[in-house]
């Protein structure tokens, strides 16, 4: 390890906790072990982060927050690093630590990943229980739409006995999503699961308004978090969102954060579905960008679900 990588030795920021330290000083002694086998630039230079990042076959950006504890690597990450500075090492009593001592290092920061969001956390647990309220009611509301299903098969015989029926259906509705209206985007996207029974070929136009009001609420929440320097929380509440978020709800919600000018957030937005979602998920958000004019979105979505492919 004769040349120099002044890069791999991260100042740490203030707040990043003891234990996220102590496994990023690790794989930094580790990072450079594989950067002395990486062909660098000349004898006295070593290989830029990109190189080595390459090397590793991380992202850039990713290997720069796990030297800096900005963010944890996943098991599978940090057996692989570990792997490759065994080898370039020339075997683990070169490296100085054991994969287990590594392991436990870990697991201290991954315990830390929430440090200082004790609020949000008391927010998420109140979530939990307003949520598991909601999905016995939806459940309820399940076996009602189940045994009320011979009747709609006679309903359909008269149009006008249906647009009285759905009618009254969308009127109780409403009332009791208004009951609702004080829940977070979680309660509000996962209550929206059980549609109203509308015929296909209407359109279901009162549940549109209910996601974009949902989609709404969580950019709200979100530019809230990030105008006040709570950047990791707002990103944990958009990524948490999109899991239970419907593919409308997204693009609406998509919208929301570019009319409030919160770009950033919408980009990350962008990046996280595209990486973390199904195509078919990816090609009906993207559809709908595309139906409301949103079509930079629309091809950013597509350009990030395609990179994701190609690293995987």
Same mark, same amino acid.
């Given at each position: 390890?004769?040349?120099?990588?002044?890069?791999?030795?991260?100042?740490?920021?203030?707040?990043?906790?003891?234990?996220?330290?102590?496994?990023?000083?690790?794989?930094?002694?580790?990072?450079?072990?594989?950067?002395?086998?990486?062909?660098?630039?000349?004898?006295?230079?070593?290989?830029?982060?990109?190189?080595?990042?390459?090397?590793?076959?991380?992202?850039?950006?990713?290997?720069?927050?796990?030297? *800096?504890?900005?963010?944890?690597?996943?098991?599978?990450?940090?057996?692989?690093?570990?792997?490759?500075?065994?080898?370039?090492?020339?075997?683990? =009593?070169?490296?100085?630590?054991?994969?287990?001592?590594?392991?436990?290092?870990?697991?201290?920061?991954?315990?830390?990943?929430?440090?200082?969001?004790?609020?949000?956390?008391?927010?998420?647990?109140?979530?939990?229980?307003?949520?598991?309220?909601?999905?016995?009611?939806?459940?309820?509301?399940?076996?009602?739409? +189940?045994?009320?299903? +011979?009747?709609?098969?006679?309903?359909?015989?008269?149009?006008?006995?249906?647009?009285?029926?759905?009618?009254?259906?969308?009127?109780?509705?409403?009332?009791?999503?208004?009951?609702?209206?004080?829940?977070?985007?979680?309660?509000?996207?996962?209550?929206?699961?059980?549609?109203?029974?509308?015929?296909?070929?209407?359109?279901?136009?009162?549940?549109?308004?209910?996601?974009? *009001?949902?989609?709404?609420?969580?950019?709200?929440?979100?530019?809230?978090? =990030?105008?006040?320097?709570?950047?990791?929380?707002?990103?944990?509440?958009?990524?948490? *969102?999109?899991?239970?978020? *419907?593919?409308?709800?997204?693009?609406?919600?998509?919208?929301?954060?570019?009319?409030?000018?919160?770009?950033?957030?919408?980009?990350?937005?962008?990046?996280?579905?595209?990486?973390?979602?199904?195509?078919?998920?990816?090609?009906?958000?993207?559809?709908?960008?595309?139906?409301?004019?949103?079509?930079?979105?629309?091809?950013?979505?597509?350009?990030? +679900? +395609?990179?994701? =492919?190609?690293?995987?």
């Amino acid at each position: 390890m004769t040349r120099t990588c002044g890069w791999i030795d991260k100042k740490f920021r203030s707040d990043v906790p003891p234990g996220k330290r102590a496994l990023a000083l690790a794989l930094q002694g580790l990072c450079h072990h594989i950067a002395a086998a990486v062909p660098g630039k000349s004898p006295q230079a070593g290989p830029t982060q990109a190189e080595v990042a390459d090397y590793l076959k991380f992202g850039g950006t990713s290997l720069s927050k796990f030297l *800096s504890g900005q963010s944890v690597p996943r098991d599978r990450d940090l057996e692989y690093f570990y792997k490759v500075a065994c080898v370039e090492a020339g075997g683990q =009593h070169v490296l100085g630590i054991s994969f287990g001592e590594l392991a436990r290092l870990r697991e201290q920061a991954w315990a830390e990943r929430c440090h200082g969001c004790v609020a949000l956390r008391a927010e998420r647990d109140a979530l939990a229980e307003q949520v598991e309220c909601a999905q016995a009611e939806i459940t309820g509301l399940r076996q009602a739409a +189940a045994r009320d299903t +011979a009747e709609l098969a006679a309903l359909r015989q008269d149009a006008q006995s249906l647009r009285e029926t759905v009618s009254e259906l969308q009127k109780a509705a409403a009332e009791l999503r208004e009951t609702r209206a004080g829940l977070q985007a979680r309660l509000a996207a996962q209550a929206a699961l059980a549609p109203l029974p509308v015929p296909r070929w209407r359109g279901d136009r009162q549940r549109r308004r209910i996601d974009v *009001s949902a989609a709404q609420r969580v950019a709200q929440q979100a530019a809230e978090l =990030h105008s006040d320097g709570r950047q990791q929380a707002a990103l944990s509440l958009l990524r948490h *969102s999109t899991e239970v978020l *419907s593919p409308l709800e997204t693009a609406a919600l998509l919208q929301a954060l570019r009319q409030q000018q919160q770009s950033e957030l919408a980009d990350n937005v962008i990046h996280i579905y595209g990486r973390d979602h199904h195509d078919q998920d990816v090609l009906q958000v993207t559809w709908e960008l595309h139906k409301r004019g949103a079509s930079d979105d629309a091809g950013a979505l597509l350009r990030a +679900a +395609a990179g994701d =492919h190609q690293r995987a």
